[in-house]
């Protein structure tokens, strides 16, 4: 979509150093981080939130868990723990609408969230 920041970070319209980037993700840092580690995991097809998605579909959310791992790994949270969060509209707090999931890490973080 032409207006929308995520598939601009995606098409490199806008600059964002990738940490990570396959053929159906892109993994980048929060601009306004939570945690001492916080990425955005972003497939690369717009959709607006997960419930956009059909059938096969699905696939990305299994291959987001799958970075995010691998992430969780290269940032050194994996054994201490992280969470991922995924906010679907606007009473989750839903600001971007474009699918993606935060991975965060590096400190206590307090349930339930707010
Ligand atoms: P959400 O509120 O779940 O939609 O998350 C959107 C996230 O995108 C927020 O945590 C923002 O801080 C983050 N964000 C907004 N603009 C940028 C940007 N240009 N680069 C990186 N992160 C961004
Ligand atoms: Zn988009």
Redesign the pocket.
């Known amino acids: 979509m032409s207006d929308c ?2 598939c601009k ?1 995606v098409n490199k319209e ?1 600059d ?1 150093d990738l940490v990570y980037e396959d053929k159906r993700v892109v993994v ?7 945690a001492p580690v ?1 990425l ?1 995991i972003v497939p690369k097809e717009h959709k607006e939130n997960i419930m956009e998605l059909e059938n096969e579909e699905f696939d990305i959310i299994s291959h987001i868990h799958e970075v995010a791992v691998k992430m969780a790994e290269k940032y050194e949270i994996a054994k201490d723990g992280f969470r991922l ?3 679907n509209r606007e009473k ?6 474009h699918i ?1 999931y ?1 991975l965060l890490g590096g400190r206590q973080l307090q349930w339930p969230p707010g």
Do not use: C, K, M, Y
Not at 28 to 34: G, K, M, R, S, Y
Not at 92 to 97: N, R, T, W
């Open positions: 920041l995520f970070i806008v964002t980048f840092e929060d601009i306004n981080p939570q916080h955005l969060v995924n906010n989750a707090g839903q600001s971007i609408f993606h935060h």
